[in-house]
C-alpha cells in the first residue's frame, strides 16, 4: 500500500502541478488577451481621430478656397465702381445738357451692361431713397429735414456690395 500511496501521491502532484501550470498558462494568455484588446481599442480610437481631423482639414480647405474664389473679384470690382460712377455722370450731364440722343443712348446701354454683368458676379447696389439706415452699409454724411427719422431720404453716392459684404458704404442724407 506505501507504494500505491507514493504512486497516488506522485500522480497527485503531477496533476497539481500540470493543474498550476494550465492556470498560470491560462492567466498569462488572459493578460495577453486584455492587453491586446486594449491595444485594438486605443488603435480604433487613433485611427477614428485621424479620420475625423483629416476629414475636418478637407471641409477648412474647402470652404477657404470658397471664401477665396467668392472675395477674389473684391479689389476688381471695387476699382470698376470708378467706371460705373462716371458713366452715372456722363448719363445725368447729358440729359442736362441736351447731348445727342444717340450718343446718351449709347452711354445708358454701356452702364446698363456693366451694372449686369456686376449683378451677376454678386456686385449689387445699395442705398436707396426711402430704405431704413443701415451704419454697415450706408455712410451718413448730413442731415435730409424732409425724410423720416432713420430713413434715407437723398443719395449722394450709391453703395455696392459683394456676397453681401460692403464694398463701398452709400453717402446718404438722412432724416432727423
Known amino acids: 500500500m506505501t507504494e500505491q500511496n507514493t504512486e497516488h501521491s506522485t500522480d497527485e502532484v503531477l496533476q497539481t502541478s500540470t493543474d498550476n501550470a494550465k492556470a498560470d498558462e ?6 495577453t488577451i486584455e492587453t491586446l484588446t486594449a491595444q485594438v481599442k486605443e488603435a480604433t480610437e487613433t485611427a477614428a481621430r485621424a479620420n475625423a481631423e483629416s476629414y475636418n482639414a478637407q ?3 474647402e470652404q477657404e478656397a470658397e471664401k477665396a474664389k467668392k472675395f477674389a473679384l473684391q479689389k476688381f470690382a471695387k476699382e470698376l ?3 460705373v460712377d462716371n458713366l452715372e455722370r456722363a ?7 441736351g447731348t445727342d440722343e444717340a450718343a446718351l443712348e449709347g452711354i445708358r446701354l454701356t452702364h446698363k451692361s456693366l451694372l449686369g454683368v456686376l449683378e451677376k458676379n454678386g456686385v449689387v447696389a445699395v442705398g436707396e431713397v426711402g430704405e431704413a ?3 454697415d452699409l450706408h455712410e451718413a454724411v448730413g442731415i435730409f429735414a424732409d425724410a423720416e427719422k432713420d430713413t434715407i431720404g437723398q443719395v449722394l453716392q450709391k453703395g455696392y456690395t459683394l456676397n453681401e459684404r460692403t464694398l463701398r458704404p452709400a453717402m446718404v442724407l438722412v432724416g432727423a
Open 81 to 83: 465702381l470708378d467706371v
Open 133 to 135: 439706415f443701415n451704419p
Open 26 to 31: 491560462l492567466a498569462t494568455l488572459q493578460a
Open 91 to 97: 448719363i445725368d450731364n447729358g440729359e442736362k445738357t
Open 59 to 61: 471641409r477648412r480647405m
